[in-house]
């Protein structure tokens, strides 16, 4: 003995066995009882110190502990029956026999300590923590009545670790003679089902204060600890589920937060929705349901049947039917007959039961706002116990959290597939070919925010020009889509009256302002908000007019420079009202690329803004330049770079790239027209020659009367001086006739009596397009003739 391990050896016989049956232990107590020494007996086979017929009374006593009376050989050749309690390690056996098993002597101060018939556990120790008495329900928790344990200590009693700990407690209250309490999971029964317990432990003195025990008295809170560890579940349930708004992901989440905490295999099924979107409201059997997810404790989930995306049929004496169909859950404990009767139907459900033992299952209706959505399916294998009435409640408590996390994940999948659809057929579908720029786009509507309001165009405008459009409506869903479609509406009716840029954004500007206002504000702050950049440019005269309202510069690269960014006035962002905007005029070579883009490409939450507009330099400075396609590759470079690889970018992005053509001279006539009438005809004659010149004779006598109509209309009510030009590229031949006056022509339809006014509507029906766009000196009317018959 010593101070920290008060203990006398040889009160308790100890002998330790390896696998192979072979002593590897024997200490005091053995040799007191039997007379052998260790010399003598380790090493040697343990069955040689068992007498004849000794081995039968051995039982097992729960635990993977054996205990039993069994007759020993003495080293002076006498036979003695012993009881010995063996517990298992993992190199062999301990084997303990208590040699001080005589009760209490009746003025043992031991003897004075009341055990009190009560449900608690109690036990009294002496000095050297050996048994000296206990209870009923402490004997019942150790398995063995207390004569077999009298005289043993913890570890002698069992041998697993949570035994080590509390007698290590036990001996620091002898020390301190202070009590002391531990909380401990104990394997109980032969199912090794975990129960929880609080030993307390308190010193037993006597009048002197010496310590001449210990006295234990140990509380069974297993609920607690079951009702602790289930609200612990649903905590965790509540932070873990639910975490984006994607069905299949938050099937997942489900099956994550239940396996191994509740079940050993959790599977999610789910009714397809009905034409509407919504899952059906009558169901009746043979259901199908479509695997969302599934969870197992092996790796790969070998035992499920039915792979995530798949369907699988349940007939109507199926638990998931049975389940789904009358919205209540059900438990089953193998074997059950009702499902024994359904899996003899289903063989490879029940070969895949049998192979990994399924001893107990659980399936829980789905339901969210009064409608079921599928089936949850809990199954036991590896854990020994069944589903109980409180594992029931503690599914349907998570499983009803998961409910609404998924059908809030099938409302936003359907709106926000109503609001890409309506984006997608408010964006245009293919960009218009023009003879000014050769154009590529791209949109992404957002992984996480949803579809938005980003929107671009390409819009022909008269004398071959081009008018390059990118813009974004604050926020996300329908109501932005919409938004955004009124405005790109908008755009192209100001567009198509050719209004300058900071004109139409002055305009566009006005609508959204009434727009805010339509949709109710009241507090002065704007409901609907816009960013917009709207370019025109040139073939002509090579030159592009901007201007922006809030939203971020284009990019440009000329033929063989350097990417940069285009300095442009900020400009407020549309919906403020009664702000100014501003525009800036850049000539461009023949052959620039132009980037037009929102801001959902380059913000993000991993980098700053500087940084990507950098990346995005970068990106265009490795464009092809002209070439089929090299546009649409600059797009998908720019796209790989900047946005994340894990598909989570925040908000969506629209691109528009536009490499500008130029119009060569020799494709453009200009004259100077004398205010004469008298000089129509001379001006005819050069444009005949002209046409002829270009090899477009064929055309000549829709322009000679387009022309004639123009010019006698500009010299008779415009103001000189007046000019006439022509364009054509391959497709179309241009007319233009520009004079100094702001009033513009309209067309009318002549009576029968009047000598004029039939002018306008001639060249109406011999044109394609026609009209007039004010200038700074005045106004132009123009008309479009088709060169190329429609085939």
Same mark, same amino acid.
């Given at each position: ?182 909380? /401990? ?5 032969? !199912? +090794?089902? *975990? $129960?929880? %317990? #609080?030993? @307390?432990?308190? =010193? ?124 209540? /859950? ?5 074997? !059950? +007959?009702? *499902? $024994?009767? %359904? #899996?003899? @139907?289903?063989? =490879? ?443």
């Amino acid at each position: 003995m010593s101070p920290d391990h008060p203990f006398d050896e040889a009160s308790t016989a100890r002998a330790a066995l390896d696998g192979d049956g072979t002593l590897t232990e024997w200490n005091e107590g053995a040799r007191a009882l039997l007379g052998w020494t260790a010399a003598e007996v380790l090493g040697r086979p343990a069955a040689e110190l068992v007498a004849d017929g000794g081995l039968a009374p051995v039982a097992g006593l729960g635990g993977d502990r054996l205990g039993g009376t069994l007759t020993l050989r003495h080293r002076d050749g006498r036979t003695l029956p012993v009881w010995l309690l063996a517990h298992p390690r993992p190199d062999g056996w301990l084997v303990v026999s208590p040699r001080h098993t005589e009760p209490l002597a009746p003025g043992d101060p031991l003897n004075h300590v009341d055990l009190i018939q009560s449900p608690c556990a109690m036990a009294i120790h002496d000095d050297q923590l050996r048994l000296r008495r206990a209870n009923q329900a402490m004997t019942d928790v150790l398995g063995l009545p207390e004569e077999r344990l009298r005289g043993l200590r913890p570890t002698e009693m069992s041998d697993l670790p949570h035994t080590h700990e509390l007698e290590r407690h036990m001996l620091q209250v002898l020390a301190s003679g202070h009590s002391t309490h531990v909380g /401990t999971y104990v394997p109980v029964g032969a !199912d +090794r089902k *975990i $129960d929880a %317990w #609080l030993a @307390r432990m308190a =010193p037993i003195t006597e009048a002197g204060g010496r310590v001449l025990g210990v006295s234990v008295a140990a509380h069974d809170f297993t609920e607690q600890y079951l009702a602790r560890e289930r609200l612990q579940l649903v905590n965790e349930a509540s932070v873990r589920i639910g975490t984006t708004l994607d069905v299949t992901r938050t099937a997942q989440e489900l099956t994550d937060v239940c396996v191994p905490a509740l079940a050993d295999f959790v599977s999610v099924d789910l009714l397809d929705p009905a034409d509407g979107g919504d899952p059906p409201v009558r169901v009746s059997p043979p259901v199908t349901l479509r695997r969302s997810a599934h969870r197992s404790v092996h790796a790969g989930t070998p035992e499920a049947l039915v792979k995530p995306g798949d369907t699988d049929s349940y007939p109507a004496e199926s638990p998931q039917a049975k389940s789904l169909l009358t919205g209540r /859950t059900i438990l089953a404990t193998l074997p !059950d +007959r009702d *499902i $024994d009767e %359904w #899996l003899s @139907r289903d063989r =490879p459900r029940r070969d895949r039961a049998l192979e990994y033992g399924v001893r107990a299952g659980m399936c829980v209706p789905i339901r969210a706002r009064g409608t079921t959505l599928g089936i949850a399916v809990f199954a036991r294998y590896r854990r020994p116990d069944s589903f109980t009435a409180d594992d029931a409640l503690l599914a349907e408590e998570i499983t009803a959290h998961a409910a609404v996390c998924i059908d809030n994940a099938r409302r936003y999948s359907r709106e926000r597939e109503t609001a890409l659809a309506l984006q997608r057929s408010l964006l245009p579908r293919t960009l218009a070919h023009t003879a000014a720029v050769a154009a590529a786009s791209r949109y992404l509507p957002a992984a996480r925010a949803g579809v938005g309001g980003d929107w671009f165009d390409v819009i022909p405008l008269s004398g071959m020009r081009v008018a390059l459009v990118v813009g974004d409506v604050v926020g996300h869903g329908v109501q932005a889509s919409a938004t955004m479609g009124r405005l790109r509406t908008a755009v192209r009716t100001l567009a198509d009256i050719d209004l300058a840029p900071e004109e139409l954004l002055t305009h566009l500007d006005d609508l959204v302002v009434r727009l805010s206002e339509e949709t109710g504000g009241g507090d002065g702050s704007p409901e609907v908000g816009a960013t917009c950049l709207y370019a025109v440019y040139d073939p002509v005269s090579r030159r592009c007019t901007m201007a922006r309202a809030g939203h971020p510069p284009p990019m440009l690269v000329a033929p063989g420079g350097e990417p940069k960014e285009i300095e442009l006035p900020a400009g407020p962002p549309l919906g403020l009202g009664g702000l100014p905007f501003e525009a800036a005029e850049l000539s461009l070579a023949e052959g620039t690329l132009l980037a037009f883009f929102t801001n959902g490409l380059i913000e993000s939450h991993t980098r700053d803004e500087d940084t990507a507009r950098r990346m995005l330099l970068q990106a265009l400075a490795r464009d092809g330049g002209p070439g089929d396609g090299s546009l649409e590759r600059t797009c998908d470079r720019v796209l790989h770079t900047l946005l994340p690889k894990d598909d989570t970018a925040c908000d969506d992005v629209a691109l528009l790239l536009a490499r500008t053509r130029g119009l060569p001279a020799s494709q453009v006539a200009t004259w100077d027209i004398p205010a004469d009438p008298a000089l129509v005809a001379p001006v005819r004659k050069q444009v005949l020659d002209q046409l002829g010149d270009w090899g477009l004779s064929e055309a000549s006598f829709t322009t000679e009367l387009v022309v004639s109509e123009l010019v006698t209309n500009a010299i008779r009510y415009g103001a000189p001086p007046i000019r006439l030009r022509l364009i054509h590229d391959e497709t179309t031949l241009i007319c233009e006739v520009s004079d100094t006056s702001h009033t513009a022509p309209h067309l009318r339809r002549a009576k029968t009596w009047d000598e004029g006014g039939r002018g306008l509507l001639l060249v109406a029906q011999l044109t394609q397009r026609w009209g007039s766009r004010h200038t700074t000196e005045g106004k132009t009317i123009w008309a479009e003739l088709a060169l190329l018959e429609d085939e």
